[in-house]
């Protein structure tokens, strides 16, 4: 048994960079706006799609496929959260939150109503996998694991170094302050929309790279994400990273006493430890 | 202001009520007696068994065509009415309830997936509608369906007995069986479990995975660890697709076995070939041989039928042949008490439904033998016996390999 925990260690690893991206967007917003984004299922969602209609139909490559997805998807947040949950956001928090999750649902199904229920496969070779002993991992998986650590740290470059990005951080830490410093709350939480669900979009697409796609990838890895971004602290950037590592590891983990079939309660089990024992998570609620 | 004359007096509301009530029983009434027949296609235009569907509802319209055409039952001509299961028990048992609450049908014809049988028959057997299924599932007519459910498919006590003495005759020694959540499961795993070690091969494991994910990489990886030489792929097109091409990614090099159902030439088409190379399918053979067959595929305009068409054109040739054993009463409960008078015994044999309310209708008695397969019933409703076609899948195309 403890044979097996160099692959699922690697597994982990893979799973959780890439289970990173979508959570750093969602925790973002979090940060920015003050209200959990489900909407980041269907986003990532539509992100999916998109990198598959310009593989498939334009005979794209992959990078450049995630490059559209993010754009998709980034573009689709800032119209969605303007149209129908900016005006909820007066309403409060839960009230968002709960619209979001009947905003998720409505995109899920138009992504089905054009697309159909159907798993599609991106347009891209079957390779082996690499091999080193007893541990096996795909060139697929490498690469997704390069795409999502240059995602972050142009998200963390972005965030540290930009006039725009260090607005982003003084809405999200004191949004009185920021506002009175002359920073419009309104086009930071445009852009915070556009990278988060951007973002989303690339791990959407990450996701159904090495497997395929339906419009139920969103959705799937939603709880995860959000228990990700709890576990690391709500509203920390660095948090949702080490969140999903975590959650993506301990996922793979459970493996040596779970079936495959309960994996999804690794991220229910998070979120319940984390909230009881510390709320704030483990690297506290704090932007980067 | 008074408003004695305004409101409805309680006398007039049960007045109206009970006149509605009895309105409503009409058409039921009606459609017993006199009337177009009507009966329900529940089969799967989409979902993972949406290769076979549109295909099997064609054949149950060749029948009602023929039948109509030749006056229809003692008179009365048969109307189909459509529905899509999607193969997903819930939209199944909306469906199914239209079919039965709103349309009235006397019987629901062509459900595929185990799952959706298993959803839609309590309803079938509470409204008295008659049931008949080409789903495998043992577990479906160990149902306590009272008599309302048939099925002309081999049930998978069948299915996998036949599927363990292929195993042991090409020498597979150690069998994996990577299988999704589905109600035969956990029984094909038992039964193989039982049979393989009684020709020296072993069952080394078996995963049970949730069929609606993109991804089995642990499925694969502990599937792997046993290091068997075969591994059984007990899921549905979609999932198969994924696995076997998981299984090309981790250098798997020993056999593969799955259902006709699941890797069929739909799939072959969609990967490189030598991905699918090797892989052997399992699929019950219909009545080759039989007129039935032939004229069905003349229909169709294919030489080689799935046998889930040539299934649904005996299911509706039964139902049509045991109303009008029934005196032309078209419930579900009638179809019930006469479709085993007409599917088996010592009457003449037939091949067909027109053929066959001929004969009735001069008094003779009658003995169907359909396009799948001489449809001969047990109590509980499975059928006795089937032969299982073994091919194998080289160059993207099946080879066949043998029967038994």
Redesign the interface.
Known sequence: MWG?VP?LLV?GLVAGTVLAVPAIGFTAIYAVLRFPNFTVASHATIGAFAGYVVNVALGWPAWAAVAVAFLVAGAAGVVNDHLILRPLRPAGALTTAIGAVALTIVLENVVRFVF????RGYDLP????W?WGDV?I?PQQVENLVIAVVAMAAVFLFLAFTRTGKAMRAVADDPTLASLKGIDADRVARLTNFGGMGLAGIGGML??L?????P??GF?VILSVFAAAVVGGLGSIPGAVVGALTIGIAE?LS?LSL???Y?TAVGFVAILLVLTLRPRGLLGERAY | MSHHGRRLSRRALLRAAGSTLALAALPRLAAAQGGPIKLGTLTPL??AG?SYGPSMRKAMEFVAQEVNAAGGVLGRPIQLVSEDD?TNPEAAVRAARKLTDVDKVAAIMGTWASAVTTAVAPLCWESKTFLTTVSGSDTITQLPHQGYLIRTQPNTNLQIGKLAEFLLSIKSRRVFVLAA?TPFALPSQKRLQELLPKGGSELVGA????K????????I??AL?TKPDMIYLNGYT?DC??LM??L????YTGAKVAQGYAVNQKLLDS??AE?SDGTYTATPSPAVDSAGYKRLAAFLGSGDLDPYSCQCHDQISLVALAIAKAKGEATGTAIRDHVRRIAQGAGVKVDNAVEGLKLLAQGKEINFEGASGPCDFTDIGDILDCKIRFDQAQGAKFKFVKMI
Not at chain 2, 248 to 251: E, L
Request: proline share 5%.
């Open positions: 097996e692959q597994n159909g229920n159907e798993l079957l390779r082996r996998d091999r096996r795909g996701l159904g090495d497997t395929s796609i339906d139920l990838t799937r793979e493996l079936a495959p079939a994996r | 989409t979902g949406g999607q959540q995963v049970i995975y949730d609606d994910k993109t991804t089995f990489r642990s499925e990886d502990q660890r979609p697709t994924i091409k998981e090309f990614k981790a250098g990967m490189p991905v």
